[in-house]
């Protein structure tokens, strides 16, 4: 029973047998292929409006070379202080955009407001003495697996665009948000205001491809630069694009966020009733936190319940489990037999 | 009467002086001439130890080019969130640094406590996955003119030990501090603990000249590539030097922060009598921070006395006064009758 | 009949497979898993020492990460001026490094010399005034599919170590190399001096692998930092080993570029018999370099023989013709055809 | 008698009386004093043009600056191989700009040509995968006091229009150049292309004082930011910019420019009377590069004239003998005396 993360999983058949399909024959190396141009007409598609999509490898990637095309080296950009960007991706926005400061601030359930950036801001605008303020990084669905609903989003892109900044979005779990949400991809990207998005699709089946979405192609500007220099061009592109078209058809994303989250949330449910457990956080993805007597911790561990202890406090351990569409129905199964005997 | 910051006032006659004769004939430049070798001794006495200490141009230079070499682009910099390196270098930590984290911690009177950063280490300490905690750097005096203990720079020197961290000392009020506490420099930096002091002297009487002072000289390593590299080493180097030399110079460094740390003592003691006045930290160095009624500000402006106007919080404004040791005592004989009409 | 690029075709069917078995079950992610473990063994094993071997995803990240942590900032990096390093990584070298400068050098067959690193080590020997000589790095084969032989290694490794400098080899087709050389993989690296090896891959039938391998593993210090940094930590990162493990099962590498070095042989023969034609570097690897009348360029194009038009030189043209292990035999059957005709 | 360096030489009185003068009384810190605002004015009447005009400390800085701010990090410089910014900087370029590549090339009397940048040109044109051509650096007077031709700048310009790059001159011998072409600052400037100038006056007269001087005030656009940033904004910047006023008042840069030019012409005439001697570049500023046998170095030496030993050649060395406007009148005519005698 491995609910440790949701990589621990590895590739959907669907990406295997699209990587496997798209090895036919040549192919203009480095982009300029054919699977990557339909994936571009896609990418707009799905989201209703004239995209610029660029398939990169890795999350940390996507948000680093987003990040490092909206924030000059003296930005600064605000995101919540448990976000992959703030502290798992090793720096990594600092590295891409040559040395913006990344802000944290705190916020309930993962998520920051308009008040927790205004809170701090008078730091960051003391004209050329502070770095100046350029994004505002949200993560939808959130590191702890809570969703912004489209109106939190817009008052966050109203004050992005009232200070001059740029609103990001890290999707790593995007598809988790959407499912969750029951909205289109663009109600809660560019028409609440996202200017740029980290397209994931490694979390949720593929082997290895997310996207840099630009919603209005004149910001994307220096971008293709930026992902040569370090490293994020693939050579033989029509297997990330490929991965990411397979990913996109007949609403598999989608749907494998759907199952995730219904997992979560059976997981979720049944892991509540053990004696002094509660769920610090509310399900919405495909993560469950919850807070357990440390014996309560062994006890799961020993029955083969494999999680990520995120935090420990004294007597109390909190646990993260995370579902992923991959995860095997025996999984559930055996916990949940495991949790009423 | 200007209250407005140390760098208001210019330069002490007596530095200029030591400019002036430093300019006979010529020297070796870039550093090998005959005044910076002295410098380099006289600072070795003064710390009771032989010390590296390399001049450069500012303070931002000076705090950058520490951080740059102690920490490495993947590492995190713990800070106070109101901090110079924080809020009014613009990212120079970054820059020089080559893209590492600052992270900014809250904390009473402008310092920051071993605690406050062990709140928020285990962030930091997840491998490869987050920043790695590199350097505590703290102000002495801080940003808001109160000054560390011996007692407090050690706990916080040991939590460096202990976590692999090195700790650095932004001195840009460094005189100040020493005065305040009658104590040698010695026991407030190397002897407590500290790595690395940024030593100041901009702000208390010279023309511009700051040093990077490194208490182990192996960890200064590259610092002189780096400092060439940013444009910081300056070609004649004696007029850099001839200015730090006349600072320290009998005394003069800590004379001249006694009398502003006085002038301090005189003006916050007066400006507390105000109806609905009062100091919200305690003034041990040059800066009286006075929170005051809005018209009390509006009065006091119109009476011509300026000073910065740090924050406002609806009908309160937090003002902040800095004396210098160039501060003219009319100024102060004026404020004093003013505030006694 | 297409010979544009090692990237034109797609990836061995061995590496398919090898990713889809890699892909039953769960795994540690972020390279704790099996399979990089034995990985690790391998990379051993093949090099007759125990290494430090560190999938990456791209050459140009391999060749970044390898150079920034040899590079300090303010190094100094000697390559040929037509190294893929030098005009094919959009500044990976300084972006990975934080700007260690790179320095082109002339040689012939796209090979340096160290009397051509000599010519210009005085400008960089200036004490802090110049950048700091900090590597030499190599392509081997090199970008004209030239080969060093080990004494040539030798020799620029004898230099480096004289000067302070580390010796890297960016080996994007280093199984070429070794393959005509009928050579050890040691006996060009390490035993030669080489610090640190980019091992490519992805030109010789991988999807998308590479390695960075360090052979004294001291060297490696802060590279899993660096690597996590620039997103280039695969989160499923056994789908990245299998490939590398496939890929050096069976003396799988060196038979496929057995095959392709001996295809180019072939096609380099032919081609040189059209008339006014002549092969202008020794075609060692996989590659043939071709000095072209204008009008025999226009005609095979016409034939549909794709290659790359390296450089136009009035009425001639130099053109590249790649050969890969997946180059149809249909493909050279038809070009033979041709030329015959 | 000291020929070893602009820099041997320390501040002109008139310097000095103009910091003594700037003493006065209190000031807005970091620019925003009146010094500031007149030096503007000055230098927009100096160059016939409403120019931006920024003080930094040091040349160093005043390059990479303004190459950081003209070049993105993903660009390509092109300057000559001996010149300041290639080997006298210890890869500011690189740092300012956050890892731009610089381009070194070739050229007779430390210049470069157009035809010089186009024979490379094309090695950094193929789109993404090289970096990107972004500025032509050249310096005036260049590092062997040659001056640059009004039209040799605008065919340099011309290039650059016409492949979407900048053109920046280096001025740190900027006085120089124009006393010997007998020309408006304008013409050598603006009026032949030129975007961004480092003017200097540390060399010829001033304490430490530069400027970066853009042309089209568009193109200063973040320069604010990136001058805080690298610890180049004086805090008590009257005292920088008070130098560049006095600098600039009465003609003297050009009245002492005037004079170590003619030192120059002297000095080289008389040395390139010696046995054997000649004079290498022709003497254009203030700089004599003279081929000498080495024992007449080693006499030159005994008789204690101090100059640098530029490079050495088997039996010959080049000695570079540089001249001051401060250079003493009595240095000149024991060195005359010598040889005649």
Known sequence: MNFTSDNAYGAAPEILK?????????????????ITAALQRRFSKVFERDVAAYPVLTGTAANGLALGTLAPPYGAIFCHEQGHIAVDECGAPEF????????????????ITPDAIKSVLPLYQRGVHSPKPSVIS????????????ADEIAALAHLANSEGMRLHM???RFANAVAFLRCTPAEITWKAGVDVLSFGASKNGALCAEAVVFFDKAMARDF?????RSGQLLSKMRFLSAQLLAYLDQDRWLNWARRSNAL??????????????????????????????NEQVRAL????????EWERNGERTIGRFVLSYLTPDEDITKLVQLLQS
């Open 18 to 34: 699209a990587i496997a399909e798209a090895n036919a024959g040549a192919a203009v190396p480095y982009g300029d292929d054919e």
């Open 264 to 293: 979560a949330q059976v997981v979720g449910e049944r892991l509540s009733m053990l004696p002094q457990a509660h769920v610090i956080v509310p399900i919405e993805a495909n993560e469950v936190f919850l807070a357990l007597p």
């Open 96 to 111: 891409f955009s040559g040395g913006a400061r990344v802000v944290s601030l705190k916020g309930t359930d993962g998520k």
């Open 224 to 228: 293709e630069y930026r992902r040569k």
């Open 138 to 149: 949200i993560a939808q669905a959130t590191e702890f697996g809570t969703v912004y609903r």
């Open 170 to 172: 890290d999707g790593a």
């Open 301 to 308: 561990q020993r029955a083969g319940v494999q999680f990520y």
